[in-house]
């Protein structure tokens, strides 16, 4: 491959690709089509706001989701979503904070929290929310307590992670529906509060 070839965008990349693809007979577009609205169709932060609401209200669905995600989610019809990587829930609490990073590129799981933002594929969220994530999550708003442990929890294409934040004060008072409400693509990254 010639070296101007890493200076294109990835979007142009990916599109060569494609068409060498079609070119040779091994896909058509029509197959790439159908993956992409496959994969994105139901593809919501919704659906990980619902998981973390149900966890909220369940105790018994909250052990589950902790001890086996994948079943987790697949307990609420979205296990289509996340087969062919292990998928780890990791709960926040009054002492831990946890945030999720792939070091690497970008491998996060999208059918729970929708398409990822440009900003957790940038190369300075990658670095920095492991060498400095308090000040990473400051950016973002979020403030800790010194004595809050900030665990950082590096994805990869065998394992993607959700996190479960901490319950909504009231949260005991509200249905299911108001507490998906409550919770945000970037409190399940960790890059807010909820």
């Known amino acids: ?18 068409e060498r693809l079609v ?8 197959e790439f ?5 496959g994969v994105y169709a139901s593809a919501s932060p919704v659906n990980g706001a619902r998981m973390v609401a149900r966890a909220w209200t369940d105790p018994g669905y909250r052990t589950r989701l902790l001890a086996d995600a994948n079943a987790a989610a697949a307990e609420l019809g979205f ?15 009054p002492d831990v904070h946890n945030m999720i ?3 690497l590129c970008s491998c996060y799981p999208t059918s729970l929290l929708g398409p990822s933002p440009s900003w957790y594929k940038s190369f300075a969220y990658r670095s920095r929310a492991v060498r400095e994530p308090r000040a990473v999550l400051a ?7 010194d004595s809050t442990e900030v665990r950082v929890w590096d994805a990869n294409s065998e394992t993607r992670y959700i996190v479960l934040p901490l319950p909504a004060d009231g949260a005991d ?11 945000t693509r970037n409190g399940l990254i960790g890059t807010a509060i909820r």
């Open 1 to 18: 491959m010639s070296g101007d070839h890493d200076e294109l965008p990835v979007a142009a990349r990916v599109r060569r690709l494609e």
């Open 23 to 30: 070119e040779a007979g091994l896909a058509t577009d029509e």
């Open 33 to 37: 089509d159908e993956i992409l609205e």
């Open 79 to 93: 296990g289509d979503g996340v087969h062919g990587y292990l998928l780890k829930a990791v709960e926040n609490t």
């Open 101 to 103: 990073v792939c070091t």
């Open 139 to 145: 950016e973002f708003g979020v403030e800790l307590p």
């Open 173 to 183: 008072e509200m249905d299911e529906d108001e507490l998906v409400s409550l919770v």
